[in-house]
């Protein structure tokens, strides 16, 4: 069965840089689209950013400029390089793969950023 790994949670102070990865696994393995999704205490789940087969990308507007998401389409596995981390992104991320008629999440990761 198809699953997905997040890793690479933790606490870091503001400022301060994380990355996450998640991993892909089972019969079928790859997926056109994989996103990063995070959701706070309180709040709805919110996307972040997502990565096509290709290699585009797109983000929240809260995170542009500081969260690059890639992909390593051989290893089946999507990362997520955080910069410049506010408190605000304080929340359990969370990986998402998706293809037509078919979509897995990740049980997820949490990222905690806090002096």
């Known amino acids: 069965q198809v699953q997905l790994v997040e890793s690479g949670g933790g606490l870091v102070q503001p400022g301060g840089s994380l990355r996450l990865s998640c991993a892909a696994s089972g019969t079928i393995s790859f997926f056109p689209v994989m996103s990063w999704y995070r959701q706070a205490p309180g709040k709805q789940r919110e996307w972040v950013a997502h990565?096509?087969?290709?290699?585009?990308?797109s983000y929240a507007d809260s995170v542009k400029g500081r969260f690059t998401i890639s992909r390593d389409n051989a290893r089946n596995t999507v990362r997520l390089q955080m910069n410049s981390l506010k408190s605000e992104d304080t929340a359990v991320y969370y990986c998402?793969?998706?293809?037509?008629?078919?979509?897995?999440w990740g049980q997820g990761t949490q990222v905690t950023v806090s002096s």
């Open positions: 998402h793969a998706m293809r037509r008629g078919e979509q897995h």
């Open positions: 990565i096509f087969r290709n290699g585009d990308a």
